[in-house]
């Protein structure tokens, strides 16, 4: 059980009866006469369906800004298994809500663990959309708060996986003019889903075709795909960039104007000459440019280094993981790149924060007409992962991520930052 609960002092097997609650005397409740943690309902003592009480969150952190600047923050409580939103209100301060990680059952709490892969995204009208994955229901999970509420009153719907299948790792959200256009992986599968909610509320779900003109592809049993999966929608075109582990290439799949999808390889395979060029793919972060082209940062895992492409052009290296080593006066290179989160700043820039494992340390890289721009550790930051941001302002940077706990790492600990872009060496 989850701690909690454990706190509470309370057996959740069965329906707990209080005098002056429940029963003949429920038409004269009072929620005094129920235990911590729990409300005086129809049918008697009831728990509440929203704990209040946080552990270690960070994890799975993804960001989102609102038309007037507040910060909204989708997270992974590791403590109690939990999803959790954070939102900062008018005042400046942020309200840390509990989203899902139990369930009420016949009037008795049922513990879960739901919330890992979390992504949050804020449409034209403020209205925030959320998806996540329940590990013990195998399922994805898609909520959507207003405005109105202050992103409080959360609707949640379970969008994939209710079968033996399960679905709603590596999950990303996108909305647009009242659509919400969702990514994941079918870890049963092993494949790249893909679900549409249309204004209406239904959902249309389809698996993505991992083949981009390989021989033999698919390979029946073998087949492997759909990690790291971002979801962009380009003129109501979705476009899904994603990992293909079986062969190590950094893939995306484009819906045509006819309604078909076409899967090409970005990097990792060089397609006229049928040449493996490397294991590269992971930690995918998808932004569009000013111009609304997609753009791609994302983790070499043959060579630990960060790499940046906009489709058409060549993969540009960003960041090999070179540094001098004073203890041995000679040059190392360590892995850099994991958990790479890209945005573009006020100027059109391509700027990247990601993980020196080296080191460790957060780093910022900044990218501009084809060239790296620049390349900084950023001393203010603690060492941590699960990066997420928006540009922010002129010249500034806005977001959330997990820092490690000095000496307790992989504990995290929840950091919102405002920092600049520094874009000199």
Same mark, same amino acid.
């Given at each position: 059980?989850?701690?909690?609960?454990?706190?509470?002092?309370?057996?959740? $097997?069965?329906? =707990?009866?209080?005098?002056?609650?429940? &029963?003949?005397?429920?038409?004269?409740?009072?929620?005094?006469?129920?235990?911590?943690?729990?409300?005086?309902?129809?049918?008697?003592?009831?728990?509440?369906?929203?704990? @209040?009480?946080?552990?270690?969150?960070?994890?799975? @952190?993804?960001?989102?800004?609102? +038309?007037?600047?507040?910060?909204?923050?989708?997270?992974?409580?590791?403590?109690?298994?939990?999803? =959790?939103?954070? =939102?900062?209100?008018?005042?400046?301060?942020?309200?840390?809500?509990?989203?899902?990680?139990?369930?009420?059952?016949?009037?008795?709490?049922?513990?879960?663990?739901?919330?890992?892969?979390?992504?949050?995204?804020?449409?034209?009208?403020?209205?925030?959309?959320?998806?996540?994955?329940?590990?013990?229901?195998?399922?994805?999970?898609?909520?959507?708060?207003?405005?109105?509420?202050?992103?409080?009153?959360?609707?949640?719907?379970?969008?994939? /996986?209710?079968?033996?299948?399960?679905?709603?790792?590596?999950? +990303?959200? %996108?909305?647009?003019?009242?659509?919400?256009?969702?990514? !994941?992986?079918?870890?049963?599968?092993?494949?790249? *889903?893909?679900?549409?909610?249309?204004?209406?509320?239904?959902? @249309?779900?389809?698996?993505?075709?991992?083949?981009?003109?390989?021989?033999?592809?698919?390979?029946?049993?073998?087949?492997?795909?759909?990690?790291?999966?971002?979801?962009?929608?380009?003129?109501?075109?979705?476009?899904?960039?994603?990992?293909?582990?079986? #062969?190590?290439?950094?893939?995306?799949?484009?819906?045509?104007?006819?309604?078909?999808?076409? @899967?090409?390889?970005?990097?990792?395979?060089?397609?006229?000459?049928?040449?493996?060029?490397?294991?590269?793919?992971?930690?995918?972060?998808?932004?569009?440019?000013?111009?609304?082209?997609?753009?791609? $940062?994302?983790?070499?895992?043959?060579?630990?280094?960060?790499?940046?492409?906009?489709?058409?052009?060549?993969?540009?290296?960003?960041?090999?993981? %070179?540094?001098?080593?004073?203890? *041995?006066?000679?040059?190392?290179?360590?892995?850099?790149?994991?958990?790479?989160?890209?945005?573009?700043?006020?100027?059109? #820039?391509?700027?990247?924060?990601?993980?020196? /494992?080296?080191?460790?340390? %957060?780093?910022?890289?900044?990218?501009?007409?084809?060239?790296?721009?620049?390349? *900084?550790?950023?001393?203010?930051?603690?060492?941590?992962?699960?990066?997420?941001?928006?540009? !922010?302002?002129? &010249?500034?940077?806005?977001?959330?991520?997990?820092?490690?706990?000095? /000496?307790?790492?992989?504990?995290?600990?929840?950091?919102?930052?405002?920092?600049?872009? !520094?874009?000199?060496?």
């Amino acid at each position: 059980m989850k701690s909690w609960w454990s706190r509470l002092g309370l057996a959740l $097997a069965s329906v =707990v009866w209080f005098a002056g609650c429940g &029963g003949e005397s429920a038409g004269v409740c009072d929620d005094s006469a129920c235990p911590a943690g729990w409300v005086c309902g129809e049918n008697g003592c009831e728990p509440t369906a929203n704990p @209040t009480t946080t552990g270690d969150l960070g994890r799975f @952190t993804s960001t989102a800004l609102t +038309s007037d600047g507040r910060l909204l923050v989708s997270t992974y409580d590791q403590t109690h298994k939990n999803l =959790v939103v954070s =939102v900062e209100q008018a005042d400046g301060h942020d309200e840390l809500q509990p989203i899902d990680g139990w369930r009420v059952e016949d009037q008795t709490l049922v513990d879960t663990d739901s919330g890992r892969w979390t992504a949050i995204t804020v449409d034209a009208n403020d209205t925030a959309h959320l998806v996540w994955f329940d590990v013990d229901g195998g399922q994805l999970r898609y909520a959507h708060a207003s405005r109105a509420s202050a992103w409080q009153d959360w609707a949640i719907e379970t969008v994939d /996986g209710a079968g033996p299948e399960i679905r709603g790792t590596h999950a +990303s959200i %996108v909305a647009s003019q009242g659509i919400v256009y969702v990514a !994941y992986r079918d870890e049963t599968a092993r494949q790249l *889903r893909y679900a549409r909610r249309d204004a209406d509320g239904s959902w @249309t779900l389809r698996t993505i075709d991992p083949c981009a003109g390989e021989a033999g592809c698919p390979e029946a049993g073998a087949e492997d795909y759909g990690e790291w999966a971002q979801i962009a929608i380009i003129g109501q075109r979705p476009r899904i960039a994603f990992y293909d582990r079986y #062969r190590g290439d950094l893939k995306m799949a484009t819906r045509t104007d006819e309604g078909a999808w076409v @899967t090409t390889t970005l990097d990792g395979r060089d397609a006229v000459a049928d040449v493996d060029t490397g294991d590269v793919g992971r930690f995918i972060s998808l932004a569009l440019t000013p111009e609304r082209h997609p753009a791609l $940062a994302y983790y070499d895992v043959s060579r630990g280094a960060l790499r940046y492409l906009v489709p058409g052009s060549a993969p540009l290296v960003v960041d090999a993981g %070179v540094r001098d080593d004073a203890t *041995r006066g000679a040059k190392r290179s360590d892995p850099v790149g994991q958990h790479a989160a890209l945005a573009f700043d006020d100027l059109g #820039r391509a700027v990247i924060l990601y993980l020196d /494992g080296g080191i460790p340390a %957060v780093k910022q890289a900044v990218v501009a007409a084809g060239k790296v721009v620049s390349t *900084r550790i950023l001393d203010g930051l603690a060492p941590g992962a699960f990066f997420s941001f928006d540009a !922010y302002g002129e &010249g500034q940077l806005r977001g959330a991520y997990g820092a490690w706990l000095e /000496g307790e790492a992989p504990r995290t600990r929840l950091v919102r930052f405002l920092i600049p872009v !520094y874009a000199t060496p």
